[in-house]
């Protein structure tokens, strides 16, 4: 049985914009969201899947993630065996 790991909301962010080769700003600019409200999101201190739909859905456009897989926690969850 393939050991998995869960992650955080924020790390799943954090990892798409670096992935992406972005800057906090520039995710913020295209989801055309306040960049404190950005930073809240990948600081942890707000969660994606607490916000409304529009402003999740933009953020998840911004870093090419798609809302479906986000919503049914396909991003959250890593096989450690395909490593």
């Given at each position: 049985?393939?050991?998995?790991?869960?992650?955080?909301e924020k790390d799943i962010?954090?990892?798409a914009r670096k992935k992406l080769g972005l800057t906090q700003q520039q995710v913020a600019d295209k989801a055309?969201?306040?960049m404190r409200h950005y930073q809240m999101f990948e600081g942890g201190?707000?969660?994606?899947?607490?916000?409304?739909?529009?402003?999740?859905?933009?953020?998840?456009?911004?870093?090419?993630l798609d809302v479906t897989?986000?919503?049914?926690?396909?991003?959250?969850?890593?096989?450690?065996?395909?490593?």
């Open positions: 049985m393939p050991n998995q790991v869960t992650r955080e962010l954090i990892e055309q969201v306040a201190k707000r969660k994606l899947s607490g916000a409304s739909f529009w402003t999740a859905a933009k953020i998840l456009q911004a870093l090419e897989t986000f919503a049914r926690g396909g991003y959250a969850t890593t096989n450690n065996d395909e490593k």
